[in-house]
């Protein structure tokens, strides 16, 4: 990419996270939905399977959750300026909204149309994060084992409550075997198939007539 248009895509990003920071509600999965949205669906430039990645590890590391996929996007687009322009992009406008909150927290806290109206936010990110879930199933669902391991991941969490830490190692491994079956199969389905071409071949040239 030339620096000018690394500079360019990197103010994007800024651009772009700075808009979308104003509408951080539900824990940061609305973001990855507006994400999902606009660079997979429409300017296609990412797939599914690359924000679920950025997800993954957005998830895994310390901090806040939608800052680190933030970074993680911005740098996959416009390199370490774009992840640093995405992280102050996405965290400008909460920053603006708390200061504003500090000044008047007192006379709002108990306020009850307040209240009701973050009961009406809360229920309306709800659907976008179905939403988001729904149209990134196909990335995070290659094959049937993948299925197992949600369904294993979900009853230790909510009937257990073993650390989500042990179930991102768990599907870590479970990927890194899955990964090594498949290039195993896919090896021994390529042997077989040149086999088979040079079994044909040899029985083509025994029916030719000398």
Known sequence: MKMKNKWKK?????????RIGWFTFGGGWSIVAQIQKDYVEGKKEISSEDLLDFVSVGRSLPGVMICNIAYIFGNYQAG??????????????????????????????DNVYVAGALKGVRAAVAPIIFSAALKLRHGAYPNKLCYLITIIGCIGTFYFGISCVWFIIFGA?????????????????????NENKENKANKENERRPG
């Open 10 to 18: 990197a103010l994007e990003m800024y651009l772009y996270f700075f």
């Open 80 to 109: 370490a300026v774009g992840g640093l322009l995405a992280l102050l992009g996405i965290a400008t406008p909460p920053v603006i909204i708390l200061t504003a909150i500090t000044f008047c927290y007192t006379n709002v806290k």
């Open 173 to 193: 491994v479970m990927g890194l075997v899955m990964s090594s079956w498949e290039k195993s199969a896919g090896t021994a389905g390529s042997e077989e198939s």
